[in-house]
């Protein structure tokens, strides 16, 4: 299992709701900022490469983690 999936599950574990909730809730937090149309927040989602067309929890979350400089 890999790290995010662990994440997800101790997420689900602590909130007590399944790991398919935490995603869809990650999934439509991530969307809402995603289809913000402010010039500034948009070129901000720009900078995350994405797998595919429309950024998934996985893809902010690694980039969010590779830009945490300790």
Known sequence: MNQ??????KIAK???IRVE???????TAIDAGYYNP?????????KI???CGKPKPED???YCVKQ???
């Open 14 to 16: 602590k909130e007590g």
């Open 60 to 62: 902010v979350i690694a």
């Open 38 to 46: 402010d010039p500034s927040i948009q070129a901000a989602w720009e």
């Open 4 to 9: 995010f999936k662990k994440i997800l599950k």
């Open 68 to 70: 945490i400089k300790i």
């Open 49 to 51: 490469p994405l797998a």
């Open 21 to 27: 909730d935490v995603y869809r809730e990650m999934q």
